[in-house]
Nanobody, 124 residues
Framework: QVQLVESGGGLVQAGGSLRLSCAASGRTFRSNVMGWFRQAPGKEREFVAAIRWSGAGTYYQDSVRGRFTISGDNAKNTLYLQMNSLKPEDTALYYC?????????????????WGQGTQVTVSS
C-alpha cells in the first residue's frame, strides 16, 4: 500500500504561483510513475502532469506546458508541482497519483493509488 497526502493548495490571484506537494509513504519503492490530475466543478478529472522515476521523462497537458513543472525528491518521497502564471481556468481540486505499471500516464486507469486532493483557486 502507498499513502499519498497533497498539500500546498490555496487561493491566489491570476498570474500568481503555487507549489503543490505530495508526500508518499508506505511501499513507495514500487511506484514507477507519479502524476497530478485535477477536477474542476462540474467537469471530469483530467491529467495535468506526470513523471517516470526511471528517468524516462516528464509529461504535461498542453494547457499547462511551460507554466507548470513536475519534479520529485526521492529522498523525501515527495512529488511537487510548481505552478506559475496561474489562470482562473486552473481552479480545481488537484490530486496526486502513483502507479507501478502505467502504460499511458495521462489515463487514470493505470494509477494504483490516489490522494484526497488539495484545492487550488485562482481569482481573476
Amino acid at each position: 500500500q502507498v499513502q499519498l497526502v497533497e498539500s500546498g493548495g490555496g487561493l491566489v490571484q491570476a498570474g500568481g504561483s503555487l507549489r503543490l506537494s505530495c508526500a508518499a509513504s508506505g511501499r513507495t519503492f514500487r511506484s514507477n510513475v507519479m502524476g497530478w490530475f485535477r477536477q474542476a466543478p462540474g467537469k471530469e478529472r483530467e491529467f495535468v502532469a506526470a513523471i517516470r522515476w526511471s528517468g524516462a521523462g516528464t509529461y504535461y497537458q498542453d494547457s499547462v506546458r511551460g507554466r507548470f513543472t513536475i519534479s520529485g525528491d526521492n529522498a523525501k518521497n515527495t512529488l511537487y508541482l510548481q505552478m506559475n502564471s496561474l489562470k482562473p481556468e486552473d481552479t480545481a481540486l488537484y490530486y496526486c497519483a502513483s502507479g507501478i505499471a502505467v502504460p499511458f500516464v495521462s489515463r487514470e486507469r493505470g494509477y494504483d493509488y490516489w490522494g484526497q486532493g488539495t484545492q487550488v483557486t485562482v481569482s481573476s
